[in-house]
């Protein structure tokens, strides 16, 4: 039986192939805020869990199962196709949810005459994965316009995910200004 598994990939001990990881953690938190409060201790906003998060080394030596090229090649392949999926410690899934490879990174490698890797450390990061996200805007974008005497005035372009809040709501300043300079004008037009 494996020690664990994840993908095709399979970590297990025998009497001709060691294939085992070293220093696996695992850690979770929840997303909170301080909202301040007058003279008092501020009040804790919990917004939710944050994506937990795994990683472990393996350590690779060459022998007669291992390749340690052809191990790291494998594993930076399973983290560019981005597909998620269990990991499983023994006969049970580490967790609720899927993993993504995030990141992998190779150390101390030893290399032989002939370029061949003999041996290196593996790290893998992962990241809890519980469900596909989209492609936002996260923050406003800049654009400029014209006015009919060529000024250019500057224009906040909100993001998709905008909530229309009272108390989000802006001031225009120059609202006063705008109104006086209208009623002017028109009493010009006018004669007046």
Same mark, same amino acid.
């Given at each position: 039986?494996?020690?664990?598994?994840?993908? @095709?990939?399979?970590?297990?001990?025998? %009497?001709? @192939?060691?294939?085992?990881?070293?220093?696996? #953690?695992?850690?979770?938190?929840?997303?909170?805020?301080?909202?301040?409060?007058?003279?008092? $201790? *501020?009040?804790?906003?919990?917004?939710?869990?944050?994506?937990?998060?795994?990683?472990? &080394?393996? *350590?690779?030596?060459?022998?007669?199962?291992?390749?340690?090229?052809?191990?790291?090649?494998?594993?930076? #392949?399973?983290?560019?196709?981005?597909?998620?999926?269990?990991?499983?410690?023994?006969? $049970?899934?580490?967790?609720?949810?899927?993993?993504?490879?995030?990141?992998?990174?190779?150390?101390?490698?030893?290399?032989?005459?002939?370029?061949?890797?003999?041996?290196?450390?593996?790290?893998?990061?992962? #990241? #809890?994965?519980?469900?596909?996200?989209?492609?936002?805007?996260?923050?406003?974008?800049?654009?400029?316009?014209?006015?009919?005497?060529?000024?250019?005035?500057? !224009?906040?372009?909100? *993001?998709?995910?905008?909530?229309?809040?009272? &108390? %989000?709501?802006?001031?225009?300043?120059?609202?006063?200004? %705008?109104?006086?300079?209208?009623?002017?004008?028109? !009493?010009?037009?006018?004669?007046?």
């Amino acid at each position: 039986m494996p020690i664990a598994t994840f993908h @095709k990939k399979s970590f297990s001990v025998s %009497a001709s @192939k060691v294939y085992t990881f070293t220093g696996l #953690e695992w850690s979770g938190a929840l997303d909170t805020e301080s909202q301040e409060k007058l003279k008092s $201790k *501020p009040s804790t906003y919990i917004k939710g869990q944050t994506l937990g998060t795994m990683g472990f &080394e393996v *350590p690779l030596i060459a022998g007669q199962y291992i390749d340690v090229r052809s191990q790291i090649e494998q594993w930076e #392949e399973i983290r560019d196709k981005a597909v998620p999926d269990f990991f499983i410690l023994g006969e $049970k899934p580490l967790g609720k949810y899927k993993w993504l490879l995030k990141s992998v990174s190779v150390s101390n490698p030893q290399i032989d005459g002939k370029g061949n890797i003999l041996r290196a450390k593996l790290k893998l990061d992962f #990241e #809890e994965y519980v469900r596909a996200g989209s492609a936002q805007a996260s923050k406003s974008k800049q654009k400029t316009a014209k006015t009919k005497d060529n000024t250019k005035v500057s !224009l906040d372009i909100l *993001p998709a995910s905008y909530i229309d809040k009272p &108390e %989000a709501k802006r001031t225009n300043v120059n609202a006063s200004t %705008a109104r006086r300079s209208t009623v002017e004008s028109k !009493l010009n037009s006018m004669g007046v």
